[in-house]
């Protein structure tokens, strides 16, 4: 039979009071802890790809236009700053400017990746993560870029906008950024 998910695996699980307690995830004296560090999660995504002419011609909704894409890569050790070399190698190639952008999705493995590219791109924090990131979300390992994509589309349909940016880290020093119109 049918499988009806009822209930959302992250919401709900939070202790508030067990945040000061946390240990350090990676170095002793570190500011990354589970609290601010996304769980890893349940989730699937199937996407089509194909050209317009193709989408007109099986009488598809085009949802969104990819613009460009870009990978980075750096020493294993800082793979939480990767996506800001993919975002910027992104921006270089599609010839927009972070103002050109109306709205990023930047993926929480932990919450700093996404605070430091807001602070290394200067990225108006309004514009980023509109519907809270995988911290809040869950991280869906195997399907975390089209989370982004799926949920950077639908958030720009909803405000009328035009632009978006996603990006996440890949492991191993490694990120990839996308950029689409709707």
Not at 106 to 131: H, Q, R
């Amino acid at each position: 039979g049918d499988t009806l998910v009822d209930t959302d695996e992250q919401p709900g699980n939070a202790r508030p009071d067990k945040i000061p307690t946390l240990r350090p995830a990676f170095a002793k004296d570190g500011t990354i802890t589970a609290a601010n560090s996304s769980s890893i999660s349940d989730g699937a995504a199937a996407l089509m790809l194909m050209t317009a002419k193709q989408a007109n011609i099986q009488g598809l909704p085009i949802l969104a236009t990819i613009k460009g894409h870009a990978t980075h890569a750096q020493e294993p050790s800082l793979f939480t700053t990767a996506p800001v070399g993919a975002m910027n190698k992104l921006l270089d190639k599609v010839n927009w400017s972070k103002d050109d952008v109306d709205l990023f999705e930047i993926n929480e493995a932990f919450a700093m990746v996404t605070m430091l590219a807001i602070s290394e791109l200067s990225l108006d924090e309004s514009k980023v993560n509109v519907n809270g990131g995988a911290c809040a979300l869950g991280h869906p390992i195997g399907c975390s870029g089209s989370r982004l994509l799926v949920t950077l589309i639908h958030a720009l349909k909803a405000r009328g906008l035009k632009r978006g940016v996603a990006s996440l880290c890949i492991g191993g020093g490694e990120a990839t950024a996308m950029a689409i119109e709707v």
